[in-house]
T-cell receptor, first 115, second 115 residues
């Protein structure tokens, strides 16, 4: 059975801190790993990772995949109160020569950033 | 450009009642999905569709039916609602090129309470 596990489940920090969120997975026919940010409504896309060792960056957020050890990390530097959200990790599987986008999600990490 | 639109946004049902949730996308995406989100469990796939007129079961399909009569619409039906179906429901759509996913977009969710 496919499994995606995120840690920690919740995290409380102060503005300016750096945080690292973890996502480990056991998925057959892995194709890609996606990170989403969810603020009380629809998850919004952050990153898609398909290749091991290649860091993706967007402002203060960055992420990297290790598909040998089967995990990914999401880093947020100089956190702000607007970073408070649930961060979701999801894995997509390959089905033959295509991908149907049937994502398996982790439980999410609740990040709270205090002023 | 509306993206993915879900209706209704909130609904309270009595046990045994039926209802249909509507998802509409205007991005001409081939694939559409219904997920449910429960506390501490991330998102779980209910049903999905890889094209007009086709549907398939996801991880938690029991108690739900779906239809995709038009490419832009994906309907989720509850024939006889149960309290265990109290959840937040998200619709999503995407397309792919080969094994690569693109444009995975979520709607804003429907909060359903079954009493």
């Amino acid at each position: 059975e496919d499994k995606v596990v995120q840690s920690p489940l919740s995290l409380v920090v102060h503005e300016g801190d750096t945080v690292t969120l973890n996502c480990s997975y056991e998925v057959t026919n892995f194709r890609s790993l996606l990170w989403y940010k969810q603020e009380k409504k629809a998850p919004t896309f952050l990153f898609m990772l398909t290749s091991s060792g290649i860091e993706k960056k967007s402002g203060r957020l960055s992420s990297i995949l290790d598909n040998k050890e089967l995990f990914s990390i999401l880093n947020i530097t100089a956190t702000q109160t607007g970073d408070s959200a649930v961060y979701l990790c999801a894995v997509d599987r390959r089905a033959g020569g295509t991908s149907y986008g049937k994502l398996t999600f982790g439980q999410g990490t609740i990040l709270t950033v205090h002023p | 450009n509306a993206g993915v639109t879900q209706t209704p946004k909130f609904r309270v049902l009595k046990t045994g009642q039926s209802m249909t949730l509507l998802c509409a996308q205007d991005m001409n995406h081939e694939y559409m999905y219904w997920y449910r989100q429960d506390p501490g469990m991330g998102l779980r796939l209910i049903h999905y569709s890889v094209g007009e007129g086709t549907t398939a079961k996801g991880e938690v399909p029991d108690g739900y039916n779906v239809s995709r009569l038009k490419k832009q619409n994906f309907l989720l039906g509850l024939e006889s609602a149960a309290p265990s179906q109290t959840s937040v429901y998200f619709c999503a759509s995407s397309y792919n090129v080969g094994v690569r996913l693109y444009g995975y977009t979520f709607g804003s969710g429907t909060r359903l309470t079954v009493v």
